[in-house]
């Protein structure tokens, strides 16, 4: 036996047929229904999920073709196939009138048990095959949502740092380029800070490479917290140096932000001893703003920055230099 049932719906008014009829399909792979009137049959239509319907032509108060009418004006119910049991004669008219109502074939009285049995299997057939290819259908939907959500995981995955979680340096190429273009189509302020962290080397040389990223990490985290709004972005650019991006910011809101990562990695007080001042890790920072325009070299205002940047450092470190940028 299947693992699929076909339901189907036996239509007659008379009780003693509805019995012959059941007898006749009760081995047979499908779950039976039975109705002794068109409008017990559109009841049960409407509530159980019905793959076929034998329907009797000549029934009163409403005919097998009336039900089939109703049936095919109904979204539920229009793409049931119907088999027609009928002891009418054979006239064309009646024939064509059936198939106009959807009818999938034809069954006349008095029934033969074995052409009804071997009609109505080769529709349980086809009902099997359709369960089977929907099921399938639906398990390879279910696939490719999977596939879909491994495939956005990898994507992220490729834009994050594996050691801070921020974003990397790829993942800050395709943020600098979105931001860009709309900077430029909105003709608004776009910033950028460079940042690095003061004589790293010396304390990975201090106090090792594990402890050294025990700092990065502390580090970008602390610049993560530093970023008040959801769309300013920072990113490891590579080994100790950062990058953030604040769309929509003057030079004075770009400084301010700069200024305030300054302070929370001061305060953060991670013991440096090679560090020439404070005995502790510190930053320093380059900042830039433009107005981008067409023709502007963006990968320019990567450079301003990073020379403000080591401006700062040459100046004693743990401090904040500004750049310019017209094109």
């Known amino acids: 036996m299947s693992d ?43 509530e159980k999920q019905i ?25 539920r119910t229009k793409d049931i196939p119907i088999i027609f049991v009928t002891a009418i004669n054979k006239e064309e008219k009646n024939i064509f009138r ?21 009609k109505v299997n080769v529709f349980i057939r086809l009902n099997e095959q359709k ?30 740092d594996d050691l801070t979680g921020i974003l990397n340096r790829r993942g800050f190429e395709e943020e600098f380029h979105r931001e860009w273009s709309r900077a430029i189509i909105y003709r608004s302020f776009f910033s950028l800070i460079m940042i690095d962290i003061d004589d790293f080397k010396m304390y990975n040389d201090t106090y090792g490479h594990v402890e050294g990223d025990k700092c990065l990490i502390q580090v970008a985290k602390t610049f993560e917290k530093s970023l008040r709004r959801p769309f300013d972005e920072v990113a490891r650019y590579g080994g100790e140096e950062f990058v953030v991006l604040l769309p929509e910011t003057d030079e004075n809101g770009a400084l301010l932000v700069a200024e305030n ?9 991670i ?51 500004l750049a310019s940028f017209e094109a």
């Open 4 to 46: 699929y049932i076909t339901k189907m719906l036996i239509v007659d008014d008379i009780e003693a047929n509805l019995v012959a009829l059941k007898a006749i399909l009760k081995s047979e792979n499908a779950q039976v229904f039975a109705a002794n009137s068109g409008n017990q049959a559109l009841k049960i239509l409407l």
């Open 51 to 75: 793959d076929i319907v034998l329907l009797d032509v000549q029934m009163p108060n409403m005919n097998g073709f009336e039900v089939a009418e109703l049936m095919r004006s109904n979204t």
């Open 98 to 118: 059936g198939y106009e109502l959807g009818a999938v074939d034809y069954i006349y009285k008095p029934i033969n048990n074995e052409i009804l049995k071997s």
């Open 131 to 160: 369960q089977i290819i929907e099921a399938k259908t639906e398990a390879l939907k279910e696939k490719i949502e999977l596939l879909e959500i491994a495939e956005k995981k990898l994507s992220q995955l490729a834009r994050i």
């Open 261 to 269: 990562i300054r302070k929370s990695i001061e305060a953060l007080k």
């Open 271 to 321: 013991k440096n001893q090679e560090a020439p001042v404070l005995g502790h890790v510190t930053v320093s920072l380059g900042v830039i703003t433009t107005i981008p325009r067409i023709g502007q070299d963006k990968e320019e205002l990567l450079h301003r920055a990073d020379q403000a940047l080591y401006q700062a450092k040459d100046n004693g470190k743990n401090q904040v230099g």
